[in-house]
């Protein structure tokens, strides 16, 4: 494993070593430029804890010359046919697909997650969006509405749906590009012009991106990418008093400064946050099914996903099958860096999160909690996990209440249909949720008792850029993808006219 992670770079494509080998600069306007600051800070490759490539640091003085450049784009952009704008989108989406094989190297150099992930997953679900988005780019709609108190004379009244502005775009780290697409292409389609601040840890396929965005023949300005840290860059742009909107992605604890930091100018705020989210597995599921992709919901990712499946509930009868059947698979995967070909799971993103989910294993062990499989980080270089499987565990539990958005999974059995809605939604999530049975009735039953945005019927994380995807409770406000994505990037204006 360790030959295998020193000549990541090595065995990198040439256009991506040639990508990281020099600073990487900040795209305000239609230029690339250095910081303000002129500083730079590195990013990381986890699967080796060095250096990957130097990445220009913005911050406030950064943001604001970005929010200028869109705000000086906006009123060309927003009234350009809207057949054009799509056709630019489209474009992106072609370019994204045939640079596939550097984007997806990049995405695992700096992200960590498997190569054959990034390549059948991010990059592929990423072009898609685009194209997907640029098909609404041109159904933006009002409607005509016919009056009744309006005394006296007829009128005619419809509604605009108008873009909002400049938008700010704030995301994470777990699926660096799918995260920066899901936040442009909807803006884009309505006719916003774009901030965005890629997460500290990942910045690098935004950048390409960047790139590709001018390639595909956007106007100068209307996409701006400044990498920079949180508490500088992030806050100064959720602040931004010229910003329109804010779109932020990444924890829940976040998610709140966002809003507050919002308030001084009342601008939009639409959030995607944390999850615990409940995978139910009854016994009359089909468990060839049911088994290997709750393993999948937890280990997809390294288990660093919004949507993992935290929280397995098992029925009584098959509890002990499944937490075998689950524990087997975990041990099964292979673990190694993201480069090598076998890999299946990689290394966590940072040290820091490392250390997190390190934390919350030895706090799940001391309160009681017995690992079938993992529970540990594994030694030498890089920030590798083991797969783990925790029994043993109660509502009660540190491990059970929090996000740990790494590759643990806690299972717990419960008696039958009555009470496993309100287990299940004994949390400040409400993300996802997921029911395996063959009883139609109780699955449908049960997918209306739930506290979540989304819930799987006898599958899980089960995408697609037409279904609208966001939280109840604390997991957010608003939705993304399919028509609620692009239509959160829009107001509504009420023209009535007297006739
Ligand atoms: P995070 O700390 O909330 O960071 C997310 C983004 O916010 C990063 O770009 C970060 O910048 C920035 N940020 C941090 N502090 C900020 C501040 N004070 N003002 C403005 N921006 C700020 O989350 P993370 O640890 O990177 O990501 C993991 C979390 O995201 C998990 O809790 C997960 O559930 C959630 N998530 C949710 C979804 C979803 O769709 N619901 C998807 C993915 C992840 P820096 O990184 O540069 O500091
Ligand atoms: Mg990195």
């Known amino acids: 494993m360790s030959a295998m992670a020193q000549s990541d770079l090595v065995q990198s494509d040439v256009r991506v070593s040639t990508f990281v080998a020099v600073p990487r600069k900040m795209l305000i306007g239609g230029q690339w430029v250095e910081a303000a600051s002129g500083k730079t800070f590195p990013t990381y490759n986890p699967a080796t804890g060095e250096a990957l490539a130097d990445v220009a640091e913005g911050d406030k003085e950064d943001i604001d010359r970005a929010v200028r450049a869109a705000r000086q784009a906006f009123p060309a952009w927003s009234s350009l046919p809207p057949a054009l704008r799509s056709k630019m989108l489209w474009r992106l989406g072609d370019l994204i697909e045939e640079n596939l094989e550097e984007l997806a190297q990049l995405e695992t150099l700096d992200n960590g997650k498997p190569l054959s992930a990034a390549r059948a997953f991010d990059i592929p679900f990423t072009a898609d969006h685009f194209r997907y988005m640029a098909g609404w780019a041109t159904k933006i709609e009002g409607a005509s509405i016919p009056l009744s108190l309006a005394p006296g004379g007829s009128f005619h009244a419809y509604t605009l749906r108008e873009p909002v502005g400049v938008v700010g775009q704030i995301v994470p780290w777990n699926f660096p590009l799918v995260m920066a697409a899901w936040k442009i292409a909807p803006a884009l389609a309505a006719g916003c012009t774009v901030v965005l601040k890629p997460a500290e840890q990942t910045p690098l396929t935004a950048l390409r991106l960047g790139e590709l965005i001018q390639e ?208 299940s939604n004994e949390t400040v999530y409400g993300l996802a949720a997921a029911v395996w049975t063959r009883d139609i009735s109780k699955a449908h039953r049960l997918a209306s008792a739930l506290q979540s945005g989304n819930v799987w019927v006898n599958c899980y994380n089960a995408f697609d850029n037409a279904l609208p995807f966001g939280g109840y409770k604390q997991s957010g406000w608003g939705r993304e993808l399919g028509r609620e994505g692009v239509e959160q990037y829009t107001q509504t204006k009420t023209v009535c006219v007297k006739l």
Do not use: W
Request: aromatic share 6%; charged share 20%; glycine share 12%.
């Open 216 to 423: 595909a023949g956007f106007p100068a300005g209307v996409v701006n990418i400044v990498p920079g840290f949180g508490e500088t860059a992030g806050a100064a742009l959720a602040a931004h008093p010229d910003v329109d909107k804010v779109a932020f992605t990444g924890s829940t604890e976040v998610g709140k400064l966002i809003v507050q930091a919002a308030a001084g100018n009342l601008k939009k705020v639409t959030l995607e946050l944390g999850g615990k989210s409940p995978n139910i597995i009854f016994r009359d599921a089909d468990l060839e099914q049911a088994i290997p992709q709750a393993a999948g919901a937890i280990f997809f990712n390294q288990g660093e996903i919004c949507t993992a499946g935290s929280r397995l509930f098992v029925e009584h009868a098959v509890f002990d099958r499944v937490v075998e059947g689950v524990a087997e698979r975990a041990k099964a995967i292979r673990l190694g860096p993201g480069m090598d070909p076998e890999t299946e799971m990689g290394p966590l993103v940072s040290a820091e999160q490392l250390t997190r989910v390190c934390d919350y294993l030895e706090s799940g062990l001391a309160e009681g909690a017995e690992a079938v499989a993992g529970g540990r980080k594994q030694d030498g270089k890089g920030y590798f996990v083991e797969p783990t499987v925790l029994v043993n565990t109660n509502p009660g539990m540190k491990v059970v209440r929090e996000e740990i958005f790494g590759p643990v999974v806690t299972v717990m059995p419960f008696k039958d249909a009555d009470d496993i809605a309100a287990l």
